[in-house]
C-alpha cells in the first residue's frame, strides 16, 4: 500500500478514543512460481501427415479462472480429515491464530509467521483486504457503501507490493492455510463505518473483496505472474468485520452468500454455536495478567490497555507489555485444555506495535501450545470442518460448561453413551411401526444452554475492552 495511505491509517488510528488499529500495510517486491499454466508437452515426431496425438495435461495443472488471477488446481494441500468423537471420547484442545489485513510489506511479517506456522504444525486464517490487491491508480474501482469512490481508510497499493502479497498468499493456501477477507476500506465509527451498513451494502463490499482477489493481474499489470492456486468463490467461506463492528447485518448477508462461520464478535471461552447457520468463531476475553479485567484474545487490545492508542509508547516497558500478552494468551490456553477444551481464538495484525513486542508474543505463544499434547492448531475453515463432522447434541452438550470448568467425572464419562431408559414392563406393547411415523429419538437431543455464560461478559472497567472491546478495529 502506498506511503500516503500509511499516513492516512496512522492519523485515523490516533484521533479515534479507541481506535481502529489497522495501521496500513506497504508491501514489497518477490514472486514464486508454480506448474505451467499452459499445461504443454514436447512435440513428439510421429510419421509424415500422421495426426499428433494431443498432450497429455499435466498432473495438477491449473485450471485459469477469468484473467489467470486465480485458478483450480485441485483439493488443498494438507487438510486434515476429521471424525465424529468416539462415546467418552476427549475432544482436541483447537487453537486458531489469524491475522487481519494480511498483506506483505517491508516487516515481512507474513512471510515470517508462514515460516514460524511451519516449524510448529500450526495452520492459520489470513484475512486478505482486497484493497491490497489494488493499486492506488485503479483506486476508484472501489465503490464503498456509503463513501465517494475510491475512498479507504486504509489506502491502496503499489506493484511491488502487490506482488509481494500474492506470493505469500500463495504459498500460504499451498501450505494449508486459510485465506478469508478483511473486506476492503476498513472504515469504522458510528457515522459512517461498516456498523451503518444494510445487508445489500455487506454484500457488495464483499462482491468487490472477491473481485480485487480475482482480478489482481489485470488491475495491477502484473500478468506474467502466477495464479493464486485457488477459485475464491469457493475458498471465501469466513470473514472478521473491521473494528468488529456492524455483524448483525454482515451475519445476515454472510448466510445468504454461503459462508460457512464468521469471528467479529466477543464470546467467553465455550464451545460455539451457530448463528444464522454460520459458526460464530468469534474472539475470547483472556486474563490480562497483574489487571483486575479481561481483554479481547487480539494484539491491539493488549496495546490499548498498555500504551493506549500510542503504537510506540514508554520503550523499556516493551518487554513487559509483550509478555503480559504471552502470558494472557497461555493462561486463556490452560484454563481451556485442562477445562472445558474450548478453542481458543486469538487474532492478530502483521504490525511492530510497540518495538514488535506483540509479534514476539505470538510467536512463543505458538511455540508454547502448539505443540503439546492433543492440540491442534488449525485455521478457522479447518474448526468448523470438525465442528460439522460431530453430532450436534455433543456440541450443544460440551457447551454446558463453563469457562474453564472441567467435566465431573472426566470426559469418559460426560460424553459416554445415554443408555436408552429401562422399559416399563407395565406398560401396554407397542403398536408395530408401519413406516409412516417418524422415528422416536431422531432429532438430537439437545441439553440446555445455561444462560450464565451464553453471552460475553462485559467488564465494568473501560479499559477491559467493554467496548466490544475493541472498537479497536483490527485490520
Same mark, same amino acid.
Given at each position: ?13 490516533? =484521533? ?80 486458531? *491464530? ?11 511479517? *507474513?512471510? /515470517? ?33 456509503? /463513501?465517494? !469512490? ?36 476498513? *472504515? ?35 500478468? !506474467? ?14 470473514? =472478521? ?49 497483574? &489487571? ?42 490452560? @484454563? ?23 509479534? &514476539? ?19 478457522? @475453515? ?16 460440551? @457447551? ?13 464419562? *460426560? ?61
Amino acid at each position: 500500500m502506498s506511503t500516503a495511505g500509511r499516513r492516512t491509517t496512522v492519523r485515523t488510528v490516533r =484521533r479515534r478514543a479507541l481506535g481502529v488499529g489497522a495501521l496500513a500495510v506497504a508491501l514489497m517486491t518477490g514472486l514464486a512460481g508454480c506448474s505451467d499454466p499452459s499445461g504443454s508437452a514436447p512435440k513428439e515426431k510421429g510419421a509424415p501427415g500422421a495426426k499428433k496425438p494431443a498432450p497429455a495435461a499435466a498432473p495438477n495443472a491449473p485450471r485459469l479462472i477469468g484473467d489467470g488471477s486465480t485458478a483450480f488446481t485441485g483439493a488443498q494441500p494438507r487438510q486434515p480429515v476429521w471424525e465424529k468423537l468416539k462415546p467418552g471420547q476427549q475432544p482436541p484442545q483447537f487453537v486458531v *491464530f489469524s491475522w487481519d489485513g494480511a498483506g506483505e510489506d517491508s516487516q515481512k511479517l *507474513f512471510s /515470517h509467521f508462514r515460516e514460524v506456522g511451519k516449524k510448529y504444525n500450526a495452520t492459520m486464517t489470513y484475512f486478505l483486504s482486497g484493497v491490497y490487491l489494488l493499486p492506488e491508480d485503479k483506486r476508484t474501482l472501489y465503490d464503498p457503501p456509503g /463513501h465517494a !469512490a475510491g475512498r479507504s481508510d486504509i489506502g491502496f497499493n503499489d506493484t511491488e507490493g502487490i506482488r509481494a502479497t500474492v506470493r505469500e498468499l500463495r504459498g500460504a493456501w499451498q501450505e494449508g492455510n486459510e485465506v478469508g477477507t478483511h473486506f476492503n476500506g476498513h *472504515f469504522c465509527g458510528p457515522e459512517s463505518g461498516v456498523g451503518t451498513w444494510s445487508v445489500e451494502d455487506w454484500k457488495s463490499e464483499i462482491g468487490q473483496a472477491k473481485s480485487f482477489v480475482k482480478n489482481w493481474k489485470t488491475n495491477s499489470g502484473l500478468t !506474467a505472474e502466477q495464479p493464486l492456486p485457488f477459485d475464491y468463490d469457493k475458498e471465501l467461506v469466513g470473514a =472478521r468485520t473491521p473494528c468488529l463492528e456492524g455483524r448483525e447485518n454482515f451475519v445476515k448477508a454472510a448466510s445468504e452468500l454461503g459462508f460457512r462461520y464468521d469471528t467479529s464478535g466477543v464470546n467467553d471461552q465455550i464451545w460455539p454455536k451457530k448463528d444464522h447457520g454460520l459458526w460464530d468463531l468469534s474472539m475470547h476475553l483472556v486474563p490480562m495478567p497483574g &489487571r483486575a479485567f479481561q481483554t479481547l484474545s487480539m494484539d491491539y487490545n493488549f496495546m490499548v490497555n498498555q500504551s493506549g492508542t500510542t503504537t510506540q509508547g514508554d520503550p523499556s516497558q516493551h518487554a513487559y507489555w509483550g509478555n503480559q500478552m504471552r502470558d494472557g494468551l497461555v493462561q486463556a490456553f490452560n @484454563r481451556s485444555y485442562h477445562g472445558n477444551r474450548a478453542p481458543v481464538v486469538i487474532g492478530n495484525h502483521f504490525e511492530s506495535w510497540n518495538g514488535g513486542t506483540y509479534m &514476539r508474543a505470538i510467536e512463543e505463544t505458538i511455540a508454547t501450545v502448539c505443540v503439546q499434547k492433543d492440540v491442534k492448531c488449525v485455521s478457522f @475453515r479447518q474448526l468448523a470442518d470438525w465442528l460439522d463432522a460431530q453430532d450436534p447434541a455433543v456440541i450443544e452438550k460440551m @457447551r454446558t460448561l463453563k469457562v474453564g470448568e472441567a467435566p465431573q467425572g472426566g470426559w469418559a464419562t *460426560f460424553l459416554a453413551s445415554q443408555p436408552q431408559a429401562p422399559s416399563d414392563p407395565l406398560a401396554p406393547p407397542a403398536k408395530p411401526m408401519t413406516g409412516s411415523e417418524p422415528l422416536a429419538g431422531s432429532a438430537p437431543l439437545a441439553d440446555s444452554e445455561p444462560q450464565t455464560d451464553s453471552e460475553p461478559q462485559a467488564d465494568s472497567e473501560p479499559q477491559a475492552g467493554s467496548e466490544p472491546l475493541r472498537k479497536p478495529g483490527q485490520d
